[in-house]
């Protein structure tokens, strides 16, 4: 268990933690809990979890807060709750740098699977990546080159982005948009299509989330998002990578 990877949870009610508490001990993560935002920083900091999952409904500093305090440091993986009944737009989260939403109540097994899904595109390593480094395999579905265009660097095997020679952060699926894009230059994608790749078919969510990755990459990237070289809006249609 001491190389276990370590998981925060960021949630004022009781039940919530001990359901997940079991969840992530039951899976063999490390599981570290704080009940309010301000605990929450000061943990993030000591703790250095591998993923974080934020309730949105938080005393004194909301979850969206939360969020973008975090990701202006940290490129960890943000998995946002919410209640069903809560009126919440999922773009503001996307927007503050989430990576995912899992709706309350939740299932036990789709938040483990949520939770696995992350750290395997985050470039952490499940026990089923470290099988695969035992025989000399590469894991399933993670491209291993370079890719190299203008001023744009993308090492997709070390999940590192540079701009110019600098190191730019992206969170995991930012990274993940990007990488599949570049990996297909030329090719228009849809909403949809984009969408389906990062989440999956059997996903309920809103497309238009896409266009608020889309912006959020181009305004790290691009050296004038408002004219992009890289990802270029297709009208009517979707998007394109250009190299």
Request: include cysteine.
């Amino acid at each position: 268990m001491s190389d276990a990877l370590k998981v925060m949870l960021v949630d004022d009610e009781e039940s919530i933690k001990k359901v997940v508490e079991q969840i992530l001990l039951k899976e063999g993560y490390k599981f570290c809990y704080a009940p309010n935002g301000e605990k929450a920083l000061k943990m993030f900091h000591e703790e250095k979890p591998a993923l974080i999952i934020l309730d949105v409904m938080l005393p004194e500093i909301d979850g969206f807060q939360l969020c973008k305090i975090i990701r202006q440091e940290s490129a960890v993986p943000i998995i946002m709750l919410s209640a069903k009944g809560d009126i919440v737009d999922k773009s503001v989260g996307f927007n503050m740098g989430a990576d995912d939403y899992v709706s309350k109540p939740f299932s036990p097994v789709e938040l483990s699977l949520r939770i696995k899904a992350l750290l395997r595109r985050a470039g952490n390593f499940t026990r089923c990546h470290q099988d695969c480094q035992q025989k000399n395999q590469k894991p399933a579905n993670k491209e291993d080159d370079i890719i190299k265009l203008k001023d744009l660097e993308i090492n997709c095997m070390q999940y590192e982005v540079k701009v110019r020679g600098e190191n730019v952060e992206l969170t995991p699926k930012e990274f993940e948009l990007l990488c599949y894009m570049a990996h297909h230059p030329g090719q228009v994608f849809t909403r949809e299509q984009l969408f389906n790749k990062l989440w999956g078919e059997d996903y309920v969510g809103d497309t238009g989330t896409i266009t608020v990755f889309i912006r959020k990459i181009r305004e790290k990237i691009e050296e004038n998002p408002a004219r992009p070289k890289y990802i270029i809006t297709v009208w009517g249609v979707g998007y394109k990578f250009c190299s």
